[in-house]
């Protein structure tokens, strides 16, 4: 038989076993880094280059491309988002558990009792015929929160692999301007060394001859010294340029991911034409940049990634409900039910939580606002880098035609030299190798200044987030650009217009409220006339308050013939622009239907305006309306409204209700208690109605006694009516 000690053992051993297998000394680590460190050597050594190989710049970018190793990090990890973003999306699914149980017996009793008597047993044991017992379980388990939050952790893991595109997008851009950096480095400098490599071998000589010039007395020591020192100088800028193709090499080579001694040659012919650069106004660079930048991409998917943050915060807020389905099967023969389902709906709410989740949701939503203000300050910035490099640009290019210009005249000089037939002297000599040296000294400088104008325009290009800006790139993007403009002049046309608007409305509203209250002292001060005059004026800018006072006029006929007609329109339009008085009114009016004709649904209308806009008393009306029209389940809800907040009638129109079996199950008990409420507030009927339930038992003992009180109580409150 197996014993769980032993099996604990045995767990605890093989579980000591892997901890203790998994643990690295700092020697294991040591041994590990000499083995990678012979590993990676090894590797680089083998990333080499015909030495015969004349690279373009293409080629070089394609080396760096296949060669980087931050991009293909890069790359390894676009591909793990792109597995997370598919493993949130299976959180999705819900729990599925299936388990099954298998248990084989004797059937053989352990034990039994005897009888005292010989007859035989006092119990017999129960036995079943099932040897073989078989249990399975199937459990379905389904989360409302985990698939809310499975949901949005899928939407973010899908933002988090664009995002990574987009790093991947700007990585290879700023390798571009590296890689075309280096390489008209490498070129400007390797034309430079074939310019001056015989130039330089040459001067060596000259040495020996200004010595034996000075030993002829032909020039002085002095100007021996002077003009060795001349020689001297010009080697020494000539050979720097030896020296930065070298630098010029290794960085290029660290580039490309070969080994940092292979051979460089590239191809230079680029160098011997002046190329053309056509850019577009600096605005609309501008405005491809902005659109085309990689790292605002990355802001404005970081944004919608604390967006998302925001909704599983409000998610956590929300009840936890599981929904849970079992099927069970047993073959136990004994059992009841051999097979039964199960289905369960669980909530769990931690109000506990909630401060934190509030304060985690204001969190995100500044984050979110942070990042809207840091895509505008990216897009500043953006926008200051693409008018540096089209500066940049220009200056490159002024600089070349001034080392060009530059050139062209030291050469010209020199042909001129050079084309004189005959040669005086050793000394003609000197000046002349001085003139070849400057010559082509300024050679070179030409070929760096062009090197440069190449340069910045890929730094152009850089900048404005792109590899290609030709004619029909730039007609894409412009049309793009355009319809985008348009949308957006026309969004801000249009708030522009709604801002006019409220700006004209408040504008009118300040100076309808100066006539209002101007026409309100002249009421006060008995003229009515002038009241009048101003409350119209007020009135056509919009003022509800000015239209009601008219009303008030006309009713009362102050300042005016009595016309209640042309009262009734200016109630209505108070109303309409929002006078609570004057909803009342008008609806009073339609109720009443003396002034105008009677109109039960313009009645309700405006006393539900009235009551939406805090009159609690005009919920009495809304119950009464539709107490006429029948509707007594409704009419109860209306006057509970009213009476909840004090009022007396709508107490007593609650306890009628309740007493005669309308809009509710008759219950004399709720009207008497309805009615006591009035009562004790002052209210006649209420004590009326008491009264009369008392004398004819209705609801309650009769009592002749309690009822003759309620009475004298009901004449003494209508007696103060």
């Not at 649904?601 to 006429?628: F, V």
């Amino acid at each position: 038989m197996w014993k769980p000690q032993i099996s604990l053992i045995l767990a605890f051993g093989m579980a000591s076993a892997l901890f203790l297998s998994s643990c690295k000394t700092e020697d294991d680590y040591r041994k590990e880094r000499v083995q990678r460190a012979a590993e990676q050597f090894e590797k680089a050594k083998k990333r080499e280059i015909p030495n015969d190989k004349v690279l373009s710049l293409q080629d070089c970018l394609k080396l760096a491309m296949e060669h980087n190793l931050e991009i293909k990090v890069q790359n390894m990890e676009r591909d793990a988002a792109k597995n997370m973003m598919i493993a949130e999306i299976l959180g999705m699914l819900p729990d599925l558990s299936i388990t099954d149980s298998y248990t084989a017996r004797s059937n053989q009793p352990g034990s039994r009792s005897k009888a005292i008597a010989s007859d035989g047993e006092t119990y017999g044991y129960s036995t079943s015929s099932d040897k073989n017992l078989n249990n399975m379980s199937v459990d379905l388990a389904f989360s409302l929160l985990d698939f809310g939050l499975a949901f949005f952790n899928s939407q973010q893991s899908h933002d988090r692999l664009l995002m990574k595109e987009k790093q991947i997008q700007r990585i290879r851009q700023n390798l571009i301007l590296d890689v075309v950096r280096a390489y008209f480095k490498v070129a400007a400098t390797q034309r430079a060394i074939d310019v001056t490599t015989n130039l330089l071998n040459e001067c060596k000589h000259r040495y020996t001859l200004i010595e034996k010039l000075r030993k002829e007395n032909k020039i002085t020591p002095f100007r021996a010294f002077e003009e060795i020192n001349r020689f001297l100088d010009m080697e020494k800028r000539l050979t720097n340029y030896t020296r930065n193709y070298e630098i010029s090499c290794m960085e290029l080579r660290s580039l490309l991911g070969v080994y940092p001694s292979v051979s460089i040659i590239v191809d230079d012919s680029v160098l011997d034409k002046m190329p053309a650069f056509d850019f577009p106004d600096i605005e609309l660079l501008e405005q491809i940049a902005v659109l085309k930048r990689p790292e605002l991409y990355e802001i404005d998917i970081q944004r919608h990634i604390n967006i998302l943050e925001c909704r599983k915060t409000i998610l956590m807020m929300l009840p936890n409900v599981n929904l849970y389905v079992d099927f069970i099967n047993n073959n136990n023969s004994f059992l009841y039910n051999q097979t039964w389902w199960e289905l369960a709906v669980r909530a769990a709410y931690n109000a506990l939580k909630t401060p934190q989740h509030i304060a985690r949701y204001m969190a995100y939503s500044d984050q979110a606002d942070i990042e809207e203000l840091r895509s505008f300050a990216q897009a500043i910035t953006v926008m200051s880098q693409v008018r540096i490099a089209k500066a940049d640009i220009v200056s490159t290019r002024e600089r070349f035609e001034i080392n060009r210009k530059e050139n062209r005249n030291y050469s010209e000089h020199l042909k001129k030299a050079q084309a004189i037939k005959v040669v005086q002297g050793s000394l003609s000599q000197l000046e002349l190798d001085h003139l070849r040296l400057t010559t082509a000294e300024t050679e070179i400088e030409r070929l760096m200044s062009l090197g440069a104008y190449h340069i910045a325009h890929y730094r152009l290009m850089n900048a404005i987030g792109m590899e290609k800006l030709d004619a029909q790139t730039q007609k894409e993007l412009k049309n793009e650009l355009d319809q985008a403009m348009v949308r957006a002049s026309a969004e801000l046309e249009k708030a522009r217009v709604e801002y006019a608007r409220k700006q004209a409305a408040a504008e009118d509203a300040r100076i309808a409220r100066i006539l209002f209250d101007d026409g309100v002292k002249y009421y006060n001060q008995q003229k009515p006339e002038a009241a009048l005059e101003y409350f119209k004026r007020a009135a056509q800018k919009g003022n509800a308050s000015a239209m009601f006072c008219i009303g008030k006029l006309y009713w009362a006929g102050k300042g005016v013939p009595q016309d209640r007609k042309t009262a009734a329109k200016y109630f209505q339009d108070a109303a309409d622009h929002g006078n609570v008085e004057a909803m009342v009114a008008t609806a009073w009016l339609y109720y009443k239907g003396d002034v105008v004709g009677r109109n039960l649904s313009q009645a309700g209308k405006y006393y539900r305006m009235a009551a939406e806009n805090g009159d609690d008393r005009s919920y009495y009306w809304l119950g009464s309306i539709r107490y006429e029209a029948g509707d007594y389940k409704e009419a109860m809800e209306f006057f509970k409204k009213a009476a909840r907040v004090g009022d007396l009638p709508s107490m007593v129109r609650v306890g009628c209700l309740y007493r005669d079996g309308k809009g509710d199950e008759r219950n004399f008990a709720r009207a008497m208690e309805w009615f006591k409420r009035a009562a004790d507030k002052g209210d006649a009927d209420a004590m009326n109605n008491i009264s009369m339930m008392y004398a004819i038992g209705e609801g309650v003992t009769k009592d002749p006694k309690i009822a003759e009180e309620w009475f004298k109580k009901f004449e003494a409150a209508s007696v103060k009516r």
